[in-house]
C-alpha cells in the first residue's frame, strides 16, 4: 500500500477520533432494594481470606493504559484492607521509568488523577510476566513458578474468595502476553475448573478487559464452578481505551497515550467513590455496562457481559471480594444521578482498542517539528505500524483463498458460531495453526491476534496443521514479495 494512502487513513482515523465529544449521560437510578445486605455479606466474608490477582498482559508504552489500570486496581484492593501478601501483581514495569514517561516515575489513570504506581508490589515483571506464571499463580502452585518474582502465589483455601483482574490487548479465545505464548481461553478456564477442585476458594471474580474478552469464557465456562466472571466486551467486537489523545476529557496535554481503558476504568471509578459493603456485583456490572456501552448507544463502546454463576454469586457485595475503603463509608448513596450538568462526567470512550497504538504513534509524528530526524523518525514508525497490519490482513486473506478459494474463503474465515458455543472444538488445533502460521509469517502480535477466530475455523473445517503450514509459506511469501 502506498504509503500516502497510509497516512490519509491515519488522518481519517483520527479526525473520527477528535468528533466525539457529545454528552450522552442518562439519569439512572440504583434502588434501594438492588442493595446488597451488608450485615449477610460481612458474614460471609469474615469466613476467609480475600485474594487478588491483578495483571496487565502488554509491553510497551503505547500501550500505557493497560499498566495504569491494574496499578489504580492495586490501590483499590489495598485501601480495601487487602494485605499485600493476598495480592498478586504482574506488570511488565516498564511505562514509569520509560523515557517517553512526562512524568517520570510516576503513572496515572486518569485526566486529573494522582500517581497509581507508589507502593505497587513488583511480584512478576518483565519477561516473568507470562501464561506458566500467571497459571502457576493462580493453582498456588509455587512450585512451578520460574524466574526471579516474588514467589507469591494463591495459596487459597475453601473458605476464600478470589478476585482476579486482567487487562490486555486479545483476540477470540486469546489473552496477550508480553512474553512466550498467548493465553488460551481453555487453558484459562480448565485452571479454573481445577482450583475449583481442589477446594481453592468459595467463590471467585473475574473481572477482564481485551478484545473480543467474552469468547475467553462463552460456551467454556460452567455455571456451577462458583466463579462469575464479567468481560469488556463479548466474543466478537473490540473494547474500548479511554482518557485518549483527542477524547474528552483527553490525558493531560504532555501525554501521547491513552490513561485507562473504558471498561477498567468504569468499574474502578466506581469501586473509589463507593461504600463497598452496599454494592452488589450485579450493580457494579449495570453501572459498567451502562458506561461502557456509551450509555447503551455502543456507538463507541462494547458489549459488557457477565458469564459462570450469576444466578449464585451475582448478589454479593463488591466487599466480599475487594474490600471496602472507610473512607466511603458515608458514600451508600443507592440513588446516583449522572446528570447533564456534571461537566466531569463526559463522554469517555474514542479509541477502540485495537487502533490505540496508531493514535500514539500518529500524536508523535504530529506533534514533531516539521523537517527535523524526530519527524522522519515518527514517520516511519507510523508507516511501519500500519503495513504491520496490512500485511497480517492481506496474509490472512491469501490464506483463506488457498485453502477454501477466493468466493468461499472469506465466508468459512469469518463463519462467528452462535452464542454458547465456544470458538473452537479442538484447542490444541488452534494452538499449532497459529504456531504454523507464525513460523512462516513472523508474530500475529498484538494486532494480528484479531485473527485468531479465523484460526479457530479452519480448525473446525478440518484442515491439517501440514496443509497450514503450506499455505501459510505460500501465503506470507507472496505478501512480502508484493511489498
Ligand atoms: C505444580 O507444578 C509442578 C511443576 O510444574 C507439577 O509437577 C505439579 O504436579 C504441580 N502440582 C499440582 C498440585 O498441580
Ligand atoms: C459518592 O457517590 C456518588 C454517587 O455515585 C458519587 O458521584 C460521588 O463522587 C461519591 N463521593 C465520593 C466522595 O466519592
Keep these: 500500500m502506498a504509503s500516502s494512502r497510509l497516512l490519509l487513513f491515519a488522518m481519517q482515523l483520527l479526525v473520527l477520533v477528535a468528533a466525539v465529544g457529545g454528552t450522552r449521560w442518562q439519569d439512572f437510578l440504583r434502588l434501594p432494594s438492588e442493595s446488597a445486605s451488608a450485615s449477610e455479606d460481612d458474614d460471609a466474608a469474615a469466613v476467609g481470606t480475600r485474594w487478588a490477582v491483578l495483571i496487565a498482559g502488554s509491553n510497551g508504552y503505547y500501550n500505557y493504559r493497560h499498566q495504569a489500570d491494574v496499578c489504580h486496581a492495586y490501590q483499590i484492593m489495598k485501601k480495601g484492607g487487602l494485605k499485600d501478601e493476598n495480592i498478586i501483581v504482574f506488570m511488565y514495569d516498564d511505562i514509569a521509568d520509560s523515557p517517553d514517561n512526562p512524568r517520570p516515575g510516576v503513572i496515572i489513570n486518569h485526566p486529573d488523577g494522582g500517581d497509581v504506581y507508589a507502593g505497587v508490589p513488583k511480584d512478576y515483571t518483565g519477561k516473568d510476566v507470562n501464561v506458566n506464571n500467571f497459571l502457576a499463580v493462580l493453582l498456588g502452585n509455587k512450585s512451578a513458578v520460574t524466574g526471579g518474582g516474588s514467589g507469591k502465589v494463591v495459596a487459597s483455601g475453601p473458605g476464600d474468595h478470589v478476585f482476579v483482574y486482567y487487562s490486555d490487548h486479545g483476540g477470540p479465545g486469546v489473552l496477550g502476553m508480553p512474553s512466550d505464548d498467548y493465553l488460551y481461553a481453555k487453558d484459562l478456564v480448565d485452571a479454573l475448573k481445577k482450583k475449583h477442585a481442589a ?54 496535554p504532555e501525554f501521547d497515550t491513552c490513561l485507562g481503558d473504558l471498561y477498567s476504568v ?30 447503551g448507544t455502543y456507538s463507541l463502546g462494547s458489549h459488557v457481559m457477565e458469564y459462570g454463576d450469576v444466578q449464585g454469586l451475582a448478589a454479593q457485595s463488591l466487599y466480599t471480594f475487594m474490600g471496602t475503603d472507610p473512607a466511603n463509608d458515608d458514600n451508600a448513596t443507592v440513588i446516583s444521578l449522572f446528570g447533564r450538568g456534571q461537566q466531569q462526567r463526559r463522554r469517555g470512550p474514542a479509541v477502540n482498542q485495537r487502533d490505540a497504538d496508531l493514535v500514539y504513534f500518529w500524536q508523535r509524528y504530529r506533534r514533531a517539528a516539521e523537517g527535523t530526524p524526530e519527524k522522519a523518525e515518527a514517520r516511519r514508525r507510523l508507516l511501519q505500524v500500519m503495513s504491520r497490519r496490512s500485511r497480517v490482513d492481506s496474509s490472512m486473506e491469501l490464506i483463506g483463498g488457498l485453502l477454501f478459494g477466493s468466493e468461499e474463503g472469506p465466508r468459512v474465515l469469518g463463519a462467528v458460531r452462535p452464542a454458547g458455543q465456544p470458538l473452537a472444538d479442538d484447542w490444541d488445533c488452534l494452538k499449532y495453526m497459529v504456531r504454523a502460521y507464525e513460523r512462516h509469517c513472523g508474530p500475529l502480535a498484538q494486532y494480528g491476534m484479531k485473527h485468531m477466530r479465523a484460526f479457530a475455523n479452519i480448525c473446525n473445517a478440518g484442515v491439517g496443521e501440514d496443509a497450514m503450514a503450506k499455505v501459510a509459506s505460500q501465503a506470507c511469501a507472496a505478501v512480502a514479495r508484493s511489498d
Excluded at 228 to 236: G, L, P, S
Design 199 to 252: 477446594g481453592g476458594y468459595r467463590s471467585l471474580v473475574f473481572y477482564l478487559e481485551a478484545c473480543e474478552s467474552g469468547s475467553i469464557f462463552q460456551g467454556l465456562l460452567p455455571s456451577d464452578i462458583s466463579v462469575y466472571a464479567t468481560t469488556a466486551a463479548n466474543a466478537e467486537e473490540s473494547s474500548w481505551g479511554t482518557y485518549c489523545p483527542g477524547d474528552d476529557p483527553g490525558p493531560p
Design 266 to 295: 468504569a468499574w474502578m471509578e466506581d469501586s473509589d467513590a463507593h461504600d463497598r459493603r452496599a454494592e452488589s456485583l450485579r450493580q457494579q456490572y449495570e453501572t459498567v455496562k451502562d458506561r461502557t456501552s456509551a450509555h
